[in-house]
């Protein structure tokens, strides 16, 4: 049910972006934006991106011999690509605009031809609907299924950045490029959109960084980075732990949407209480799953930490 859910949620995603995209072409070959153009290829990719999530959702729950805790790690395997494919759009869009602006200074102007700013106008306010749509769309298919799904969450918040970026920077252009032109604004016509995709640009860099950067961690096998996430989840071990078991360390990690939660305890008694053991990590099991569905949850008795051993208790 969640995955036919979050599949159509993604398809109607992905047919707006890939509307926009075609009109963000469009609305470039009408007006010379490089803004308008850059704006489009970042909902191509968007759409692109969607595609594969929607595979992804079918796949990562598939065990085999290979994989016996599932394919979850083809979600971090797809935001790692997704953050490169940005990135590489956005250093492509600040080359072109450094080109351009390096052009007009050098007495090249000519070769640029000069903005129209009717049609950034139209598909400003076009783009930013559509996206203010799609992601209160994605937030209310999400909440249906208890916002469980981290990729509708990821694409809602993506969407509605997009709808915003577009909306500010079509009307700047627009605005711009539609004032007061002479003396020393001459420029506005020809550079106008180009110092938009600098400043966008400056400003989207960091989620493909971001992304990259979880994308490896979780690929790497590296602790959660969500700091706020782990505390509620030691929170919840921690409340849920029998006196005669001493934690001595909790390792938690992730991997696309599954977690893996590691529990290493001791005791002051002569030996474990094989029940005591099992009931607690049925517990904590049963707890964390209500919110997080792809669970893991291990206890190991006297493990040798994998990480710097730390009063747990006193977080």
């Known amino acids: 049910m969640q995955r036919e859910k979050e599949n159509r949620a993604l398809l109607i995603g992905a047919a707006a972006n890939l509307f926009m995209a075609v009109i963000a072409w469009v609305t470039f070959y009408l007006s010379n934006s490089e803004v308008v153009l850059l704006d489009g290829n970042y909902s191509f990719v968007m759409f ?63 070769s640029i031809p000069m903005l129209i700013p009717e049609p950034i106008l139209y598909y400003a306010l076009a783009c930013a609907a559509i996206c203010y749509s799609v992601s209160i769309f994605y937030s209310q298919q999400n909440r249906r299924i208890g916002n469980t799904s981290i990729i509708l969450k990821t694409e809602q918040k993506a969407t509605l950045v997009d709808g915003t970026l577009s909306l500010g920077i079509g009307l700047g252009v627009f605005f711009l490029s539609s004032g007061d032109v002479s003396g020393s604004s001459s420029f506005i016509p020809y550079l ?28 790497g096998g590296g602790t959660l980075q969500d700091a706020a996430k782990r505390k509620a989840f030691e929170k919840i071990i921690i409340n849920n732990m029998p006196e005669a078991l001493r934690i001595e360390d909790i390792f938690i990690s992730k991997n696309g949407s599954k977690y893996i939660i590691i529990i290493y305890i001791s005791t002051d008694q002569a030996f474990y209480v094989k029940k005591d053991i099992i009931d607690t990590k049925a517990t904590i099991t049963s707890m964390l799953e209500a919110d997080h569905p792809h669970l893991s949850v291990d206890i190991i008795p006297e493990g040798t930490p994998i990480i710097e051993s730390s009063d747990i208790r006193k977080k």
């Open 48 to 110: 692109l991106g969607v595609l594969v999530a929607m595979k992804i959702v079918s796949l990562r729950t598939i065990k085999t011999k290979t994989f016996p805790l599932g394919k979850y790690f083809y979600e971090s395997l797809y935001g790692f690509i997704k953050g490169l494919v940005i990135l590489g759009v956005l250093i492509m869009s600040v080359a072109t605009a450094v080109i351009r602006i390096v052009m007009y200074f050098t007495g090249s102007s000519d």
């Open 192 to 219: 106008a959109d180009s110092f938009f995709v600098l400043i966008l640009s400056s400003m989207l860099i960091k989620e493909p960084l971001t992304i990259i950067r979880e994308s490896v961690i979780e690929l």
